[in-house]
């Protein structure tokens, strides 16, 4: 009979550890392992025991204490973790839960402990050891502790969970039970194994837990355990406002322990805090504000749920406060990224309209830059294009800031650079260094140069990389992530600029190529033809015998020298453009009247005021107005002299040129040509008058009026 008991307890105890392994990870799994080995290891010793007729059982016996012991202590051990109490288990309560077994197998060994060994092994004699009394009030008193402990948590279960730990509670209550019956019926009760089948009945009714209620794969987590450790605050509040709970996150905002809160008016305790509306009776509430915990100034969002039980109704409130500060520190820090990206990019879109050319516009993009990022240095490297498609195409330094001059030749010139521009060509994609000093792809002179970061970022433009941007930082700071997002954001912005003005210089210059082309037609070529075909015809006439007026040699030589003026003229508009800034108008005037009048025989004269100060876009267009109207003049008029006036008013300047020429009559419809509208749409955009004087071979006189401040011009 004993050999049939111990094998079902070895099953029971073999389904138990088979069940525990496939959910070995959760709470109290170990606990129950150990419990069904030291049941196995209980029921084999006892079964041995019966049997051993030669040694007397002493080591068996000794098996047998050990095995009941351990395995009571493994069911406390289960309900410790299954009721939420893991803080029991700590050097101590192991040391405690270890002491007593110890001890034990020590009198045992030492013959202070004996017993009749079958009646004992059943745990029902009643021997004359006071340690056996001990032992087995150990043994009982941590399934008592269990008992109270699953008492505790029934009355805070739900259903599901109430029937879950009702069914422990009963499996941990039968060995308790037995042992009763055993001390109150020893007379009529007299069975050895009935300590070894309770605690098998406690195994079977474990077993049916983990099958129906799924006890190892949903745990309850108590009540107290979630609150207590919640990060939010938690504070609940009786119908007189009065604190009766909070939680150790609510201990911290409000700087008061729970014991001196308990029972004290809510605004008493919370009268720093911003004012809470407490006197809603059943509504939801909601508020943010702010609260210095040691020193540091923490947002908060704050609700006030009223609290209802049924029948009763209202019977109290419950405030949650939820600490905002990480999440409202991000939304700034977010919106001050937005905000200085909007004023990178308005920044950078105001020197694409303000400066004169694309090297100017790079220099102070990349200045703006570079201060934006925090960075101590910056460059703008730009593609060469191949024109054979064999060839890698080269790149160029466009712009720099903060590089030392004697590294700028060694960076253009180096191969590591051009490897890494030919990666970012490739794959289009940031090339970033965290350490310049020990990354062995960058030249020497920069691993050398104490720079500690580095990140370059590909200027694309829908399939085409034009370039890269580069920013450098010192002292170990390393660029984020978030900081490669940003800078990628501006350098698709800076190749936008880019290729537009790549694609308006190419409209300028195929533009201007038209024009040349059409002066070059019009003008140029067709008074030369003229000049041919009057030379053919004076030759004609001298082959046949017939000789040359002076009229018609005089025609030949006008038009020769009206070719060569016009020609002078086209020569001097294929120039580069003149330099307003740094020479001055009155300057800008006279070297184009020695370029281009001056060598067609044209008397000029530049009469100026002193002091004649202008903006630069007004004299600008003073220039251009002026260059138009001598255009004409070479053009059309015939004139001899040209007379050039500037001069200098109360709150305007004047320009005036004079000529000599055929002039015209501007009261003809139709009469005022290219030239004369290009001059009334500049005066326009400078908000200035034009006035035009001309009498058929009395010459023309031109005037302009520009105020002397600056205003806006319009486009």
Not at 151 to 161: A, D, I
Not at 231 to 253: C, H, Q, T, W, Y
Not at 555 to 572: H, N, P, T
Not at 634 to 660: M, Y
């Amino acid at each position: 009979m004993a050999f049939g008991f111990a094998i079902s307890i070895i099953i029971i105890s073999a389904i138990i550890t088979t069940l525990v392994i496939r959910s070995r990870e959760v709470r109290g799994g170990t606990s129950l392992v150990i419990f069904s080995i030291a049941l196995t290891i209980w029921a084999c010793s006892y079964t041995v025991l019966q049997y051993d007729k030669l040694s007397g059982g002493r080591f068996w016996l000794a098996l047998v204490y050990l095995s009941a012991t351990v395995t009571a202590s493994a069911l406390l051990t289960f309900i410790l973790a299954y009721t939420n109490h893991p803080e029991w288990l700590g050097k101590l309560g192991i040391f405690i839960l270890c002491l007593e077994p110890v001890v034990t197998q020590v009198l045992f060994w030492t013959n202070r402990f004996s017993s009749d060994s079958k009646l004992a092994a059943s745990g029902t004699v009643l021997s004359s050891s006071p340690w056996y009394w001990i032992n087995a009030s150990y043994s009982d008193g941590l399934i008592i502790l269990g008992l109270i402990l699953l008492t505790e948590t029934l009355r805070h279960k739900t259903k599901q969970y109430r029937l879950q730990s009702l069914t422990i509670f009963i499996s941990v209550f039968i060995p308790l039970l037995t042992k009763i019956l055993s001390l109150a019926f020893l007379a009529l009760i007299l069975i050895p194994e009935l300590p070894l089948v309770s605690f098998a009945v406690t195994g079977l009714l474990l077993i049916y837990c983990i099958y129906h209620f799924k006890l190892l794969d949903i745990v309850p987590i108590a009540r107290e355990d979630v609150i207590e450790r919640l990060s939010d605050g938690f504070m609940v509040l009786d119908l007189k406002n009065r604190i009766v709970d909070l939680n150790p996150a609510a201990e911290i905002l409000i700087r008061v322990s729970r014991e001196d809160a308990f029972g004290k008016p809510a605004e008493d305790i919370l009268q720093n805090w911003p004012k809470l509306d407490l006197e809603s009776p059943v509504r939801e509430l909601e508020t943010k504000g702010s609260v210095r915990i040691f020193g540091e100034l923490r947002y908060l969002n704050v609700r006030i749920l009223p609290l209802i039980r049924k029948p009763e109704g209202l019977v109290g409130k419950v405030i949650l406060w939820r600490d905002i500060t990480e999440r409202r520190m991000s939304d700034n820090a977010r919106q001050r990224a937005r905000d200085e990206m909007f004023g990178l990019l308005h920044s950078i879109s105001g020197s694409a309209f303000r400066t004169l050319g694309l090297n100017e516009f790079l220099t102070e993009t990349s200045l703006q830059i570079m201060y934006s990022f925090e960075s101590q240095a910056s460059l703008i490297l730009l593609r060469e294009e191949s024109h054979s498609k064999t060839d890698a195409p080269g790149f160029y330094l466009a712009s720099h800031q903060g590089i030392p001059q004697n590294r700028l030749d060694h960076l253009s010139s180096s191969p590591a650079v051009a490897r890494i521009m030919g990666q970012i060509i490739d794959s289009k994609e940031p090339f970033f260094v965290p350490d310049t000093s020990t990354d062995p792809r960058l030249p020497e002179s920069m691993q050398q140069s104490g720079i500690s970061s580095l990140m370059l970022i590909p200027l694309t433009t829908g399939d085409q990389v034009l370039g890269a941007i580069g920013l450098l930082r010192k002292n170990g700071l390393i660029y984020r992530q978030d900081e490669m997002n940003r800078l990628q954001t501006v350098a698709d912005e800076l190749a936008s600029f880019i290729r537009a003005d790549r694609q308006r210089q190419i409209a300028i210059a195929l533009e201007e190529r038209q024009r040349l082309f059409h002066d070059l037609h019009d003008s140029i070529s067709q008074k030369l033809y003229g000049v041919v075909t009057l030379t053919e015809a004076a030759q004609g006439h001298l082959e046949t015998g017939g000789t040359v007026q002076a009229p018609e040699l005089s025609r030949i030589g006008a038009s020769a020298r009206q070719a060569l003026k016009e020609m002078r003229l086209f020569l001097f508009q294929m120039k580069q453009p003149v330099d307003l800034e740094h020479v001055g108008l009155v300057a800008a005037l006279h070297e184009r009247l020695a370029a281009v009048e001056g060598r067609a025989n044209i008397k000029t004269k530049v009469l100026a005021d002193e002091n004649i100060n202008l903006p630069l876009e007004k004299e600008t267009m003073l220039y251009y107005i002026a260059q138009e109207a001598l255009n004409n003049i070479v053009k059309h008029a015939e004139a001899t002299s040209i007379t050039i006036f500037l001069k200098n008013q109360k709150n305007a300047i004047k320009l005036q040129v004079v000529d000599d020429g055929c002039g015209f009559d501007p009261t003809l419809k139709g009469k005022a040509g290219m030239g004369l509208r290009i001059m009334q749409e500049r005066v326009a955009k400078v908000g200035g008058k034009l006035k035009i004087a001309s009498t058929p071979g009395k010459g023309t006189k031109i005037t302009v009026t520009v105020g002397k401040t600056k205003n806006q011009i319009t486009k």
